[in-house]
C-alpha cells in the first residue's frame, strides 16, 4: 500500500532547507566572479621561487656587453632589448618613448687632453685620453668613448695649477683664508666626496679657468696599485670615472615641461651647464701632475692622498713658468634617449600605480651601474609576467616597470617622462621603487627613502634569505638581520638604518617634485667612499660581477627578492602598508634638530617655529587617530571605503610638496626632502629652510633683510603645509 | 495509527528547497545594507517640492535687514545666522572658519569727500558723502557706511578734472591721442564697463592723481530721474556704487597661500592696491563738478551720458584756476572674515565633493547681491537636509554649502579656504556651483561654466518650470525654453548660450587656479548695461526684491530649483554627466578664432600653431574615443571601475591647468579661462597667450624678443597640456 505522503514533515523539511539554502547563498558563497586574489603569503612563496639568479646573470652578461652611453644607437639597442624582455615576460602593454634631449659627447678620434708645459711652451707630458683593456674582450670595444665629463665646456685653457681636496665648499674655503687664489688658474680635485658637477661649480665660481677630476688611490685604491683590476675590484691606475657635470635635472633646455616634439627649448647658453672646460684623468697621470707642483705651500695632513707625492696646493710649479694645459673637445646636441615602460594591469585597481625603475644607458660597459639594477628589474618584470601567465594572477594594483634613458647625463628620461604625466602620476602613483646599481659589495642591504615606508621595507628584508654563507653561519639568517647588525638605527637600535633621498638616481623627480613615496636600494660594501672604486669606468665588466663581487648572482637574486616582497606588499596589499606616524616621528625629530640650532637666532630676528612646532604636533596627532581609530574601524568589503583610506594614506606625502617650489629652486617641491644645494648627491631635510639659515649665518634682519623675510615665508609655508597634510587624513572633510 | 514518513519525498522537497533557497539567498537578496539609493527622478520630484519660495523670501528679508560689511560684527551675526540654519536643516556638519585678512573701512563719522574749489581755494561744492534713506526702514541704519571704495589709497589731492568715460584702456588712449594729458590731474569716469579696479589702475599708470567715479544716468536710470527707487529698480541721483578696488585675489597679504595663524603677511606697500585716492560719487553730485568743465574739449558722442549737461574732457574748468579737491580717509586694517561651510557627507562616495557656494557679506544691505543668492544656497541646505532627515536618503556624493566672507573686497573668503584646502579639493572636488545675485532681472537665465558642463545645466534648465507667467503663455514652459528663445547660441541656435567664466565671483579660485569644473548662473534682466541699476547700493533693499522684482519669489524660486536640479545630477549620478566632446568642440573654435587672427604674425616670428592644433585634434579624438568607446563598456556593477571614469571625467578639467602659472600671472593656472588682464570681470579664452599678443601688437621677435619668446613657451606649455589631458583619458596609463 503506497504511503501518504506526511505533509506536515516534508513541509518543515523544505522550510528548514528554505531557510539553510538561503543562508547558504547568501552568506556561504563568494561574490567575487572569478577569485584570483590569493593569499600574499602564497603569492610571495610563488614570487620567491620564480625569480632565478642565473636569469639576471645572463641579462647582466649582454646588458655590460656594449657601451651604451645614452642617445647612441647602442643605447637604443638595449632599451629595445628591455622591451623584447617586457614583451616576452608577459607584460600587458610596452611603450619605448623616445624624448629628444640635449645631451653631450666627446670627439671619438680626438680625445680631451691634460698637458704639462714647460716655460718655453713646450709639451713635457700629455694623457693619454683613453683608458687601456685590461681583461675582457669587451673593452676592447671601438665604440667605447675616450675619458669625458659630459657638459664640460669647450675650450683650451692653461695656467698653473691648484690642489683643491675633494673640491668641496670647504676645501675652496681654506683654500681662500690661507690666500691662495684660483682665479685664472686650474683646479685639480679629487672624486669622491660630493658630486662632480658640484666642485665644478664652486670652481668657476671662484674664477679657475678649468676643473681636473682624478679618484686618489688612497680611497679607491687602498691596497696598493697591484690590487687592482682585473684581479680585485680595485682601481687601476689609468682608470677614469666618467660623469656628467650638470647641475640641472632632466633635459637643459626644457625645465620643468617635458622635452616633447614642438616643445619649447632654452637657448643653450641659458641652461644650467658649466662655463669652464673640466676633465677627468687617472691617478697615474694626476700623480705626474700633482708630483710637478712646487713645494711652497703644502697640502693640510687630511689633504693628502694615496699617490707617491706629497701633495702641495700650488698654486706655481717647481720649474719656473711651467704650467697645465687643458684641451676640450665636446659636442653638445639634440639627441634621442628612450624609456622602455612596461606595464602589468592590476585586477581590481588599475588606475593605482607601483612603480619599479632603473636606467639602461651606461658610461661605458656598465656591468654595475646600470646593468646590476637593470637585470633584477627584467627579472622582476619577467616574473610577475610569467606568473599572470601561468596562473593568470596579477596584483590588485597596476606594475609599471621602467626603464630610464639618460639617467647617467641627469636623470633626463625619468624626468622628462615624469614631466609628461605629471598630474595622472600625482593622482595614481602609489610609489616608486628604484634601484640603480643593485650591487656595489657585500656587506649589507642599504635603502633611502621616505619614513611611511621604513616599516615597509624592513619586513621586506625580514622575507629575503640571507645571501651571504658567513652572515647565515653567524645566525644571521635573512637580509634584514645583517642589516640591523651592520647598519641599526640611531633612533631606535632594534631597526635597521634608512636613510634620506638624495638626488643620485631617478627617484628625484618622483619624490622630490611630484610627492610620490619612493625607495632607493642596493647591496652595498663596508668601506664605503664616495662610490665603489670602479664607479663609472671602462672597467665595470661581467666579469667583476661574476667573477669577483658575486659569483651565483646570490646577492643580486636577494636585491630582486626584496623588490619583489616590497613590490607585492604595496601592490597587493588592500590597505597600503604606510606608516603614517612614523612620518610623524621623522618630522618631529628633525623639527627638535633645527629647533636646537637656530631657535635663539630666529627669536632675535622676528621668526618663530611656534606655528611649525603646532603643525608637527598636529600631524602626530592626526597620524595616530587614523592609525588607531580610523584604520581598524574600516569596512574593508566596501571598495569605495577601502579606496578612500588608500587615498589618504598615498596622498599624504604629496601633501607635503609646494606647488610654488622651495625658496629660489622652483625645481623642487617636496618641502621635507630635496637634494642639499651643495652637493647634489646628498640630501638635506627641510633643505629650503637649513639652506636660507645657512645663507643668512649670524647675521641679522637688518643685515640680510631678503634672507630672513624668505626664513619667515618658508617657515609660514612649511608650517602650512604639514597641517594642511594632516589635515587630509581626516574622517570628513 | 501514525503515519510513516516518506522519506523520499521529504528529501525531495528538502533539496529542492534548499536549491531555492541557496539561488535565492545568492540573487534574491539585493547585497547593499540598506538601500537609500532612489531613483534620481524620484528625488528630483521630491527635492523640488520641498524647496520652499516663502522660505527664501523670509531668509532675503532678515539677510538684507543689516548692513553686513566684511569683517564687522553684523557680518559674523550673518555667517552665524547662516551656520545656525545650516545645523537645523540637518547637515552632518558645520564650520564656522575666520581667515584674519586685510579690509578696508573708512572713517564711519567723518566721509569722504569731493569739492571742487574756486580759484581762492573756496568750497563751492561739495558731495555728502552718505547716501540718503528713501524708503525702508533698514536704509536709516547707523551702521550704514558713508561712501566709499575699499582699499582706496588715502589722502588729500587737489587738481583739474579729466573726463575719462568709463575708464577703459581704449578710452585713456583716445584722451592721450588728442593730448589731453591725465599726469597731476583727477580722473572722473563712469561705472558700467569694466571692474571699477581696472580704471584706477589705468588713471594711476596714467600719472592722474585720484579718481572719482559715478553711475551715468544713461546705463542705471534710462527713464528718468523720477523713474527711480523707491518706485523702480532704477537708480536715484544720490546713489552710490560702492566696491573694491583691489586688483589681486584674496587677502592681499597673503598671496597663493591661506591666510592661517602665523602666516607670513606681505608689508601692506607690496600688496596689489592703488596708490591714489579714489572716491564714488551720486550722478547729482557728478552733474555738478561735469557742468563745470570748460567747454573746451567737447567729448566724443558716444561719451555723451544721461546728465543734464555737454559732456567736456577738461581739464580746465570754465572758472579759471578752480579745482577739485579728493579726500580720502580710509582704514586698512587685518579683521576676521568668516566662511560658513555646511556638509551632508554622501552615501557611497563621501570623499566626492559637489560644492554650493554664495558670498554672504554685502557692502550695505545686499538685498540683491547677496542677499537673493544666500536665500537660495541657505533653502538648498535646507531641502537636501531635511529629505535626509526625514528619509535617511543623501546622494551618493558629499554635499558641501558655502558661504564665503569678504567676497566684495576681492573673493577673500573662498581664495583663502580654497588655498588651505586646495590638495584635498584637488583631489576631490566635482564640481563647484556659484550662485552670487540669484536674480537682477526677470528676463532669462544667464549661466556661465566650463564647456563640459553645458549640457548638465541645460538639462537641468528642462526640468524647471518657468517662473514668468507671460512665457508660460507663449508657450515657453520651461527656464530652458525662455533662455533658448531669449539667448539662443550663436554656434549652435538650438541651443541656449552659455557664457566663460570671467572672476567677478567666487568661482574664480576653484575654477581658474584649481581646474574644478564650475558654474555662475542667476535670472538676468533684458537690457542689462554692466549690472543692475541698484548694484552695490543702499537700495538693495527687502523692497526691491519682494515688491518690484520678484513678488512671490517665484525667479529665486526657479533659481534654487534649478541649482537643485543641477547638484542631484552632479551629485547623484552615478557616472558624472560631463561632456567631454563639448570641450574638444570649444577648443577647437576657439583655436580656429585664434589661428585666423595670428597665424600669418606667428609665422613671420617663428612661432607656430602646429603642435597646438595636433594637441586638440588629439583632444578631440581622445575625448570622443572615451565617449563612444570606453563609456559605454563600463561595467557599472563595479564600484571601481566606476571610480576609475569619474575620476578621469573629473580630474580632466585640473589637466589645463598649469601649476607653474600664466605668463607672467603667476595666480593664474587655468590655460583656457582666465579672467582678461585688462578687465577683472570678463574673462578670455587663451588669457595667456592673448595678452601675448596684445602686448606684442605688430611688433617682431627683433624688436619685442621677450615677448615672442613668452609666446612660443607658452603655446609649448598649453599644447603640452591639453595633449596630456587628452592621454588621462586613456583606458590603460
Given at each position: 500500500m ?9 513541509c ?10 538561503i543562508?547558504i547563498?547568501?552568506y556561504?558563497i563568494?561574490n567575487d566572479?572569478?577569485d584570483?586574489s ?5 603569492m ?5 621561487e620564480?625569480?632565478?639568479?642565473s636569469n ?8 655590460s ?7 647612441t644607437?647602442?643605447?637604443l639597442?638595449v632599451a ?9 615576460g608577459?607584460?600587458?602593454e610596452?611603450?619605448?618613448v623616445?624624448y629628444?634631449?640635449?645631451?653631450s ?9 691634460v698637458?704639462?708645459?714647460?716655460s718655453s711652451g713646450?709639451?713635457?707630458?700629455t694623457?693619454?685620453g683613453r ?9 676592447f670595444s671601438p665604440?667605447?668613448q675616450?675619458?669625458?665629463n659630459?657638459?664640460s665646456?669647450?675650450g ?10 675633494y673640491?668641496?665648499?670647504q676645501d675652496?674655503?681654506?683654500l681662500?683664508?690661507?690666500?691662495i687664489d ?7 680635485a679629487?672624486y669622491?666626496?660630493i ?11 671662484g ?29 687601476p691606475?689609468m682608470?677614469?670615472q666618467s660623469g656628467?657635470?650638470l647641475?640641472g635635472y632632466?633635459d637643459p633646455?626644457?625645465?620643468?615641461y ?5 616643445a619649447?627649448r ?5 641652461a644650467?651647464?658649466p662655463?669652464?672646460?673640466?676633465q ?24 693628502q ?7 702641495f ?5 717647481i720649474?719656473r ?5 687643458l ?10 634617449a628612450?624609456?622602455?615602460?612596461g606595464i602589468l ?9 607601483v612603480?619599479?625603475g ?6 661605458t660597459?656598465g656591468?654595475?651601474?646600470p646593468?646590476?639594477g ?5 627579472e622582476?618584470a619577467?616574473t610577475?609576467?610569467?606568473i599572470?601567465?601561468k596562473?593568470g594572477?596579477?596584483p ?21 617622462w615624469a614631466?609628461?604625466?605629471a ?8 610609489a616608486?621603487?628604484n634601484?640603480?646599481?643593485a650591487?656595489e659589495?657585500n656587506y649589507?642591504?642599504k635603502?633611502?627613502?621616505v619614513?611611511?615606508?621604513y616599516?615597509?621595507?624592513?619586513e621586506?628584508a625580514k622575507m629575503?634569505p ?5 652572515e647565515v ?9 645583517t642589516w ?10 632594534t ?6 633621498l638624495g638626488?643620485g638616481?631617478d627617484y628625484?623627480v618622483f619624490s622630490h617634485v ?7 636600494l ?7 667612499a664616495?662610490?665603489?672604486p670602479l664607479?663609472?669606468?671602462l672597467?665595470?665588466?661581467y ?8 659569483p ?6 636577494a636585491?630582486a627578492r626584496?623588490m619583489?616582497?616590497?613590490?607585492l606588499?604595496l601592490?597587493e596589499s ?14 618631529e625629530?628633525?623639527l627638535?634638530?633645527?629647533?636646537s640650532r637656530y631657535t635663539n637666532?630666529a627669536?632675535?630676528n622676528?621668526a618663530?617655529?611656534?606655528?611649525f612646532r603646532?603643525?608637527?604636533a598636529?600631524?602626530?596627532?592626526s597620524?595616530e587617530?587614523?592609525?588607531d581609530?580610523i584604520?581598524p574601524r574600516?569596512d574593508?568589503s566596501n571598495p ?7 587615498d589618504q594614506l598615498m596622498q599624504l ?9 622651495l ?5 623642487f ?8 644645494s651643495?652637493d647634489k648627491?646628498s ?17 641679522t ?10 626664513i619667515?615665508?618658508?617657515?609660514s609655508?612649511i608650517?602650512f603645509l ?12
Amino acid at each position: 500500500m503506497a504511503q501518504k505522503p506526511n505533509w506536515i514533515l516534508i513541509c518543515a523539511a523544505a522550510v528548514i532547507c528554505l531557510i539553510i539554502g538561503i543562508l547558504i547563498g547568501r552568506y556561504g558563497i563568494s561574490n567575487d566572479k572569478e577569485d584570483v586574489s590569493l593569499p600574499k603569503a602564497k603569492m610571495s612563496a610563488t614570487l620567491m621561487e620564480e625569480i632565478s639568479a642565473s636569469n639576471i646573470g645572463e641579462y647582466l652578461k649582454y646588458l655590460s656587453s656594449i657601451p651604451n652611453l645614452a642617445g647612441t644607437p647602442q643605447d637604443l639597442e638595449v632599451a629595445s632589448w628591455v622591451r623584447d624582455r617586457f614583451i616576452e615576460g608577459g607584460l600587458d602593454e610596452v611603450q619605448l618613448v623616445p624624448y629628444k634631449v640635449l645631451l653631450s659627447y666627446p670627439d671619438m678620434s680626438n680625445p680631451n687632453q691634460v698637458s704639462l708645459l714647460d716655460s718655453s711652451g713646450k709639451v713635457n707630458f700629455t694623457t693619454s685620453g683613453r683608458q687601456t683593456p685590461l681583461f675582457s674582450s669587451e673593452e676592447f670595444s671601438p665604440l667605447v668613448q675616450p675619458n669625458f665629463n659630459a657638459y664640460s665646456a669647450n675650450g683650451t685653457v692653461e695656467g698653473e695649477l691648484v690642489y683643491a681636496n675633494y673640491g668641496r665648499k670647504q676645501d675652496f674655503e681654506y683654500l681662500k683664508s690661507i690666500g691662495i687664489d684660483i682665479r685664472g688658474r686650474i683646479v685639480i680635485a679629487r672624486y669622491g666626496a660630493i658630486f662632480r658637477g658640484n666642485i665644478v661649480k664652486s670652481a668657476e665660481d671662484g674664477g679657475a679657468l678649468g676643473v681636473i677630476l682624478f679618484s686618489d688611490p688612497k680611497d679607491f685604491a687602498p691596497e696598493g696599485r697591484k690590487s687592482v683590476y682585473p684581479n680585485t675590484t680595485r682601481l687601476p691606475g689609468m682608470a677614469v670615472q666618467s660623469g656628467s657635470v650638470l647641475l640641472g635635472y632632466g633635459d637643459p633646455l626644457t625645465p620643468l615641461y617635458p622635452a616633447l616634439e614642438g616643445a619649447y627649448r632654452l637657448p643653450e647658453a641659458e641652461a644650467p651647464l658649466p662655463k669652464i672646460p673640466v676633465q677627468p684623468i687617472g691617478y697615474d697621470e694626476a700623480e705626474i701632475l700633482l708630483r710637478s707642483i712646487s713645494t711652497e705651500n703644502p697640502a693640510p695632513e687630511d689633504w693628502q692622498g694615496g699617490l707617491n707625492a706629497t701633495y702641495f696646493l700650488g698654486s706655481k710649479f717647481i720649474q719656473r713658468k711651467w704650467s697645465v694645459r687643458l684641451q676640450v673637445r665636446m659636442t653638445h646636441k639634440l639627441a634621442t634617449a628612450y624609456n622602455t615602460i612596461g606595464i602589468l594591469y592590476g585586477r581590481e585597481e588599475p588606475d593605482r600605480y607601483v612603480l619599479i625603475g632603473n636606467h639602461m644607458d651606461s658610461w661605458t660597459l656598465g656591468g654595475i651601474d646600470p646593468a646590476s639594477g637593470t637585470s633584477v628589474l627584467v627579472e622582476m618584470a619577467r616574473t610577475f609576467g610569467n606568473i599572470k601567465e601561468k596562473s593568470g594572477w596579477r596584483p590588485r594594483r597596476t606594475l609599471m616597470f621602467c626603464g630610464w634613458g639618460a639617467e647617467e647625463y641627469g636623470m633626463i628620461g625619468s624626468y622628462e617622462w615624469a614631466e609628461e604625466h605629471a598630474k595622472v602620476l600625482i593622482q595614481r602613483a602609489v610609489a616608486y621603487i628604484n634601484v640603480d646599481s643593485a650591487m656595489e659589495g657585500n656587506y649589507t642591504l642599504k635603502s633611502q627613502t621616505v619614513p611611511s615606508l621604513y616599516s615597509a621595507i624592513r619586513e621586506a628584508a625580514k622575507m629575503v634569505p640571507n645571501p651571504n654563507p658567513a652572515e647565515v653561519k653567524a645566525g644571521r639568517k635573512t637580509v634584514f638581520d645583517t642589516w640591523l647588525w651592520a647598519n641599526p638605527d640611531l633612533n631606535d637600535p632594534t631597526q635597521p638604518r634608512v636613510g634620506n633621498l638624495g638626488s643620485g638616481s631617478d627617484y628625484t623627480v618622483f619624490s622630490h617634485v611630484l610627492g610620490v613615496p619612493s625607495v632607493d636600494l642596493y647591496y652595498d660594501y663596508q668601506e664605503k667612499a664616495g662610490s665603489y672604486p670602479l664607479y663609472h669606468t671602462l672597467y665595470e665588466t661581467y666579469h667583476v660581477v661574476a667573477n669577483l663581487m658575486d659569483p651565483g648572482f646570490q646577492f643580486h637574486l636577494a636585491v630582486a627578492r626584496l623588490m619583489t616582497e616590497l613590490t607585492l606588499d604595496l601592490s597587493e596589499s588592500m590597505v597600503l602598508p604606510f606608516d603614517v606616524v612614523s612620518y610623524a616621528h621623522f618630522l618631529e625629530r628633525d623639527l627638535d634638530k633645527i629647533e636646537s640650532r637656530y631657535t635663539n637666532l630666529a627669536a632675535n630676528n622676528g621668526a618663530t617655529f611656534e606655528y611649525f612646532r603646532k603643525a608637527v604636533a598636529h600631524f602626530r596627532n592626526s597620524t595616530e587617530y587614523f592609525t588607531d581609530i580610523i584604520l581598524p574601524r574600516l569596512d574593508t568589503s566596501n571598495p569605495l571605503a577601502v579606496r578612500k583610506i588608500n587615498d589618504q594614506l598615498m596622498q599624504l606625502e604629496r601633501g607635503l610638496v609646494d606647488p610654488h617650489g622651495l625658496p629660489g629652486r622652483p625645481e623642487f617641491n617636496h618641502i621635507v626632502f630635496a637634494p642639499s644645494s651643495v652637493d647634489k648627491y646628498s640630501s638635506d631635510t627641510f633643505a629650503g629652510l637649513v639652506d636660507l639659515f645657512k645663507t643668512v649665518g649670524n647675521q641679522t634682519e637688518v643685515e640680510q633683510p631678503n634672507t630672513w623675510r624668505q626664513i619667515k615665508q618658508h617657515l609660514s609655508a612649511i608650517s602650512f603645509l604639514i597641517g594642511a597634510a594632516a589635515d587630509s587624513l581626516r574622517e570628513g572633510f
